[in-house]
Nanobody
């Protein structure tokens, strides 16, 4: 079992930056893939960025070039650096970790993630 706790959310103006953190209760190294998801009111939870077992990264088209996912294994912490924020980035952001998926790509589907944090709210005003 892995417990995940997000932090770093807040309210910013369009064009601003935030860095989200996700602290894991124990090491989530090479056996796990990890990712960030978000859910806006009335919308489905969608994948934002992920790191696969082989350390490759993958981003949603909507955040490519603006967001950066990274992981500090020594601190058991996952990060999401968000730059050039837009009002459409407003959502609850969740970190997640998984073990079950063995496909060749970096998983971005919520269905293959096993452990979830409680979320941190990001609000971007225009």
């Amino acid at each position: 079992q892995v417990r995940l706790v997000e932090s770093g959310g807040g309210s910013v103006q369009a064009g601003g930056s935030l860095r989200l953190s996700c602290a894991a209760s124990r090491y989530t190294g090479s056996n796990y893939y990890v990712g960030w998801f978000r859910q806006a009111p009335g919308k489905e939870r969608e994948g934002v960025a992920a790191i696969g077992r082989d350390r490759r990264t993958r981003y949603a088209d909507s955040v490519q070039g603006r967001f950066t996912i990274s992981q500090d294994n020594a601190k058991n912490t996952l990060y999401l650096q968000m730059n050039s924020l837009k009002p459409e980035d407003t959502a609850m952001y969740y970190c997640a970790a998984g073990l079950r998926y063995y496909g060749g790509d970096v998983p971005m589907s919520r269905s293959v993630y096993d452990y979830w944090g409680q979320g941190t709210q990001v609000t971007v005003s225009s």
